[in-house]
T-cell receptor, first 116, second 111 residues
Framework: AQSVTQLDSQVPVFEEAPVELRCNYS??????LFWYVQYPNQGLQLLLK??????LVESINGFEAEFNKSQTSFHLRKPSVHISDTAEYFC??????????????FGAGTRLFVKA | EPEVTQTPSHQVTQMGQEVILRCVPI?????FYWYRQILGQKVEFLVS????????KSEIFDDQFSVERPDGSNFTLKIRSTKLEDSAMYFC?????????FGPGTRLTVT
């Protein structure tokens, strides 16, 4: 069975500092990996995804994540955060449609809190 | 850009009542899903729907829950007799393949 572990429930960081949100997954099959962001009282927005190919994937707002198969990790990083990055971040894994759908399993979330 | 829509945005109901949450998926998508998020907790998979039938469901999706695609555009989640613990945000999602697009959610409050 698939599972996702987000190692930090909360990450406080000062504005313009770098940040890393950690994510480990387990799966017995090939997977697709995702990071979603949820701003307060809003829905889920896809931040970035790994499907295949280059292990480093980037978003349009400066986040990047690296797929590491040997360590079964997909950590999210940003070199310099802004106040507006304050949100809940969810790591997620999908098993690629073996069962007639692409069920997605989410981690517990990491609350990123950017301080001025 | 096409998007998944959900109605209502907030639903308040009394325990034991039936509720129907509605979703309009993206028009050319083939797979449809419901997830829920209890306040302060993670997003949990409920059910996936493909080719007019349930393709997978979680342990949460018991006999009190049902899904339906009554026409070519809507996708509904029905809870027959709501319990207090059904209070949560319910997200609909749709996909053509691996990339799911989520709706803004319906907040269900059971009193």
């Amino acid at each position: 069975a698939q599972s996702v572990t987000q190692l930090d429930s909360q990450v406080p960081v000062f504005e313009e500092a770098p940040v890393e949100l950690r994510c480990n997954y387990s799966s017995s099959v090939s997977v697709y990996l995702f990071w979603y962001v949820q701003y307060p009282n809003q829905g889920l927005q896809l931040l970035l995804k790994y499907l295949s190919g280059s292990t480093l994937v980037e978003s349009i707002n400066g986040f990047e994540a690296e797929f590491n198969k040997s360590q079964t990790s997909f950590h999210l990083r940003k070199p310099s955060v802004h106040i507006s990055d304050t949100a809940e971040y969810f790591c997620a894994v999908s098993d690629g449609g073996r069962t007639g759908g692409f069920k997605t399993i989410f981690g517990a979330g990491t609350r990123l809190f950017v301080k001025a | 850009e096409p998007e998944v829509t959900q109605t209502p945005s907030h639903q308040v109901t009394q325990m034991g009542q039936e509720v129907i949450l509605r979703c309009v998926p993206i028009s050319n998508h083939l797979y449809f899903y419901w997830y829920r998020q209890i306040l302060g907790q993670k997003v949990e998979f409920l059910v996936s729907f493909y080719n007019n039938e349930i393709s997978e469901k979680s342990e949460i999706f018991d006999d009190q829950f049902s899904v339906e695609r009554p026409d070519g555009s809507n996708f509904t989640l029905k809870i027959r007799s709501t319990k207090l613990e059904d209070s949560a945000m319910y997200f609909c999602a749709s996909s053509y393949n691996y990339e799911q697009y989520f709706g803004p959610g319906t907040r269900l409050t059971v009193t």
